[in-house]
């Protein structure tokens, strides 16, 4: 869900000045919700009043919710106002910000920070995209070097790599790579090999084989934030982390008020204690 944005934050300052009481920031989250329409998140009828103390009732289903029913903010004891800084700090750091400075910032427990970064990490992810489930053609394997601060499992070895080469690819695909043992066995298998001891861009014929600059610059950036901000990933949290890299290495050009927005506007689902921390 992609949100109307409403006012441009520029700082942290001018965002807390806007969202000077509770009630302000529920009202800023019903226009970018409901466009002024509210929804009863029940029963989804359109037809509901709206009470003295700003929660409404569905002339449906007679419930009595909040903007905040079916929201990642739903039953938080934290003021809004927090959630807000947390999103527009998170969203806007150019690598990442820790719990533990999220903390200090917020005024608020490591714990809490943590929690409340995970969340919306799980919010971060873009259900809309449309990735194929396999891809033909030509790829050209990254090398990618043992690093003490990058703790993730690498797929080194034949019985480890070639499973995820078949689930991902296509028969018929021209894989160039390095002269790695993990590929020689390659050369029997669905795909066709060509071993490519150049690392710069590979020319043959009318056919060019480059760098892919996209997921390089991707891959640094999700290096810098492991290296330089969280130090360890659990493998089991890891693709939130990606989430989040994507997150922001597609609105890398958007301006610090649409990346608040943006991101905004991904809240409005609920996340369950058991899926922040799985067992």
């Known amino acids: 869900m992609k949100s109307k944005l409403f006012e441009t934050f520029k700082s942290l300052e001018e965002l807390s000045s806007f969202f000077c ?23 989804h009828c359109n037809k509901v009043y709206r009470k003295k103390d700003g929660r409404y009732v569905c002339a449906s ?80 394997c990254m090398k990618s070097r043992k690093n003490r601060f990058f703790r993730v499992r690498i797929a080194n070895k034949p019985h480890q790599l070639h499973p995820f080469l078949f689930k991902y690819l296509n028969e018929g695909s021209r894989i160039f790579t390095d002269e790695r043992i993990c590929y020689q ?12 001891e150049d690392p710069y861009p590979l020319s043959s014929g009318n056919n060019t084989i480059r760098n892919n600059g996209v997921i390089d610059a991707f891959w640094l950036q999700l290096k810098r934030m492991v290296m330089g901000v969280y130090h360890f990933i659990s493998s089991s949290l890891f693709h939130r982390y990606i989430y989040e890299a994507l997150f922001r290495y597609k609105k890398r050009r958007s301006s610090q ?17 058991n899926v922040v921390r799985p067992k």
Request: hydrophobic fraction near 40%; charge should be neutral; glycine fraction near 6%.
């Open 21 to 43: 009481s509770n009630q302000k920031c529920k009202d800023y989250l019903a226009s970018v919700r409901w466009d002024d329409n509210p929804k009863c998140p029940y029963c």
């Open 61 to 140: 289903c007679g419930n009595t919710f909040s903007v905040l029913v079916g929201t990642i903010f739903q039953n938080t004891k934290l003021p809004l106002i927090i959630w807000f800084k947390a999103i527009y700090l998170f969203v806007n750091s150019k690598i990442g910000i820790s719990s533990c400075n999220l903390a200090v910032v917020l005024g608020v427990t490591q714990k809490t920070a943590w929690f409340m970064l995970q969340k919306i990490r799980i919010l971060l992810n873009d259900v809309e995209d449309d990735y194929p489930d396999k891809v033909l053609g030509t790829i050209r």
């Open 185 to 196: 066995s390659l050369d029997e298998s669905e795909f066709v090999r060509y071993h490519v």
């Open 257 to 273: 008020e649409e990346r608040f927005g943006d991101a905004l506007g991904k809240m409005f689902q609920q996340v369950p204690y």
